[in-house]
């Protein structure tokens, strides 16, 4: 659960990417199938990109095992380009769900 809270509260609210490796196996497989901590770091930085002030609050986190799934919301001004939208200005809410693997302390899946 540590782990994974930092990941949000730490790393991605304070901008802090360089606790990523840290955080991330080599062997993580981000959302667009890259490899290794800077997957991940690649997509928080892209939206925080798009939205400066992005704010992630953990909602719920639960563990089983080697499991820890998170249930989050986040919000942030719409300030730069996002996937093929223009800057709008306005806020944006966004909640969802997220189930991590860990081994050896590091997420891995």
């Known amino acids: 659960k540590r782990v994974v ?4 509260e730490e790393a991605v609210n ?3 990417f360089e606790l ?3 955080l991330f196996a080599a062997d993580y497989v981000g959302p667009q199938g890259d490899r290794g901590p800077a997957a991940f770091g690649a997509v928080m930085e892209s939206l925080r990109r798009a939205f400066p002030d992005l704010t992630y609050v953990v909602d719920d986190v639960l ?4 499991r820890v799934a998170l249930r989050w919301t986040w919000t942030g001004t719409h300030r730069g380009p996002f ?3 223009a800057p ?4 944006f809410t966004n909640t969802g769900m997220a189930v991590h693997q860990l081994r050896d302390g590091r997420i891995i899946g």
Request: avoid cysteine; aromatic fraction near 4%.
């Open 5 to 8: 809270r930092r990941v949000f």
């Open 14 to 16: 304070q901008g802090r």
């Open 20 to 22: 990523l490796p840290e």
């Open 63 to 66: 563990a089983e095992g080697d």
């Open 83 to 85: 996937r093929t939208h």
């Open 88 to 91: 709008t200005g306005r806020v």
